[in-house]
């Protein structure tokens, strides 16, 4: 499939240069375009530097890159969640940033494909940095064409987040790893007035849920097929969906939880509104210290005749990598010496010690600051993984999706319905 990342296509979706002034303000730029005519400016763009976890690091990162290099300055460019629109926008006038900080995700799927970004695989080698990476992030960062699509630097662990005092308070012996403790669970809950689990039933993390539970009763494989092609009638996957709609009807989730964000989700379990959460490791880095003393992380309880013998997590490697883009190759003097220096051993410990940060990075250092973060990454055989979905969902049906899942999570909706719903969200792709 072929990227929306062309002038007729970012017209179409009401992106074009046309409607530049539309788009949110940017911070560190005086306008929408990045690209600096210094050739000893190196323009950043990054989702890093407001209120995302590891933005004081990334920012004090920047500083001490500045004095260590003191004929190269540094501009960074700040967008949130449509940074990949801003980029694509810029792109076309061929004022992009010269190094992207993002995930791989949607938009981002496609970029080296259409020559937004560049193959970092020779930089790689060249550099002198294979050896810092993770093996299985430079697997997951390389495309079927075995293209290297950007640095891989971020990883995430996904947990379940269970508040033992309020269990306890419900009368919950212990945390569920069933469908029917589970289940059990909530009823005791909602009966002292505590939300059971709490998620963003209208964003991308009830999207992230949803897929984990549907994968119940998937293979790795078949997880695979379904969330590349949007071919939900496997009886793996038929299963999956039916014990989703099971677990909502049964009260397991939030009230309302079509509705909720992940802000929303956060709020309701950091407050003790709700005693669970499914919650990638940025999050778990949030709980105030007060609700994670009594914080246990483990998997999303399994059904009677799963594809798994241990509750499930996800695990991933595409949280943000550092891209390099047509305008970077020009500056890629510059570039080197930042990314040389933001691989170094003490700038990810200060990552994983300052922000709480899973890596996809080698490093020894330990997150003791984060003591969930540290407990999801020691979880290892005690529970089994999922795939996160994002690097197979077709980049059109992205959006579709969070809509779909939306409709998932209203109480009453069939397995049919849910399983058309997942289904049509594919048909523009």
């Given amino acids: 499939m072929r990227s929306s990342l062309t002038r007729r296509g970012l017209l179409a979706a009401g992106s074009g ?7 949110p303000a940017l911070s560190g730029c005086s306008s929408l375009f990045a690209s600096d005519s210094d050739p000893d400016t190196l323009v950043v763009h990054t989702q890093l530097g407001t209120t995302a976890t590891g933005s004081p690091t990334y920012l004090a990162a920047v500083d001490r890159f500045r004095r260590q290099n003191p004929g190269i ?10 940074l990949g629109q801003v980029y694509e926008t810029s792109r076309l006038a061929r004022k992009e940033a010269d190094v992207v900080m993002v995930n791989l995700y949607d938009k981002t799927l496609t970029w080296t494909d259409v020559d937004a970004t560049v193959d970092v695989k020779g930089y790689l080698d060249d550099w002198g940095l294979r050896d810092r ?26 947990p379940v987040a269970y508040n033992r005092a309020l269990l306890d308070k419900a009368g919950v012996d212990a945390v569920p790893t069933t469908g029917d403790e589970l289940m059990a669970a909530a009823r005791k809950l909602r009966a ?50 039916e014990y989703f709609t099971m677990l909502r009807d049964a009260g397991v989730f939030a009230d309302k939880a079509q509705g909720l964000t992940s ?15 499914s919650a990638m490791s940025s999050a778990l880095a949030k709980v105030p210290a007060d609700v994670a003393r009594h914080t246990e992380v483990g998997g999303w309880p399994l059904a009677e005749g799963a594809a798994h013998d241990r509750p499930t997590i996800i695990r991933a490697f595409t949280l943000i990598g550092f891209w390099i883009s ?36 080698r ?14 990454q020691r979880l290892g055989s005690t529970v089994s993984e999922v795939l996160l979905p994002d ?35 594919y048909r523009s792709a």
């Avoid at 300055?73 to 449509?82: C, E, F, Q, R, T």
């Avoid at 020009?330 to 940060?357: C, N, P, Q, W």
């Fill in 73 to 82: 300055k540094v501009k960074n460019l700040i967008n949130g969640d449509d």
């Fill in 326 to 361: 047509p305008n970077g190759v020009r500056k890629i003097g510059h570039v080197e010496k930042f990314l040389r220096f933001m691989y170094s051993a003490d700038t990810v410990s200060r990552f994983v010690t300052e922000a709480g940060r899973d890596m996809a990075v």
């Fill in 192 to 241: 002292k007035g505590i939300a059971p689990v709490t998620v963003g039933g209208n964003d991308w993390t009830g999207q992230k849920l949803l897929a984990q539970i549907i994968q119940t009763f998937l293979t790795e494989d078949e997880a695979r097929h379904a969330y590349s092609t949007g071919d939900f009638g496997s009886r793996g996957a038929r299963a999956g969906i």
């Fill in 391 to 425: 690097v197979f969902v077709p980049p059109a049906a992205t959006q579709p999706l969070i809509t779909a899942t939306s409709t998932s999570f209203t109480r009453g909706t069939s397995p049919a319905k849910v399983r058309a719903a997942l289904e049509s969200a």
């Fill in 17 to 23: 240069l046309a409607a530049a002034a539309a788009l």
């Fill in 363 to 376: 490093t020894d250092t330990v997150s003791k600051g984060f003591p969930l973060v540290a407990a999801a």
């Fill in 133 to 158: 990476v993770l093996p299985a992030a430079l697997s997951a960062w390389t495309d079927d064409k075995g293209r290297l699509r950007a640095f891989p630097y971020f990883a995430t662990n996904w």
């Fill in 263 to 277: 802000d929303i989700m956060s709020t309701q379990y950091n407050t003790q509104a709700a005693a669970a959460q």
